[in-house]
């Protein structure tokens, strides 16, 4: 270890060793105290950086263990990845860019996918809804049973699909019941805590006459891997 270092980081004042901030000698902070790049000094004599200074507690962490932890919660990922490239530290940017989760080891995430099928009749103006169905694959079988006891009123059926996961399949039904139910079953997904990452759309012809249009939800949520 070597001599501490006091930074002001946007009035938060962290206390490092010089090894740590020349973790990365190609970053900002590395050339910083090599004496390659200007400092700045406030009224006591701390060094100074005008960045957000919370946020530098994740880069403060990373450099001392080239590990990026956040919270779970954490919501603030575009603005630590304006900080990383401001600080340049390319393995933090790396990071910050790779698609998988940032969670602890002993956190995953659960997937919910929503699905709707809906086939159109070309030969109608305006288009009209021949048949339409809604699906929804999970492994929360938490989710399921809710799902089981708050939508009675549906048409539905559940199966196990090969990946041990479970479906419930609703309808066939009407594009205006399977518009009420879709707004419903997402309504349900999101309050038990599940955030839409991404959605989809697929359209293909199946006979002259119909089209089948797809359309894809993919819910996600982090979860302890004690729970199901």
Known sequence: MTTPVTLNVGGHLY??????????????????????????????GNYFIDRDGTLFRYILNFLRTSELTLPVDFTETDLL????????????IQCLHDPKPLYPPDIFEQVVELSSTRKLSKYSNPVAVIITQLTITTKVHALLEGISNNFTKWNKHMMDTRDCQVSFTFGPCDYHQEVSLRVHLMDYIMKQGFTIRNTRVHHMSERANENTVEHHWTFCRP?????D
């Open 15 to 44: 206390t490092t060793s010089l090894s740590t901030l020349q973790r990365y000698p190609d970053s900002m902070l590395g050339a910083m105290f090599r004496g390659d790049f200007p400092t700045t000094r406030d009224s006591q």
């Open 81 to 92: 990845r304006k900080e990383a490239d401001f600080y340049q530290i390319e393995p933090l």
């Open 223 to 227: 979860a302890h891997k004690v729970e």
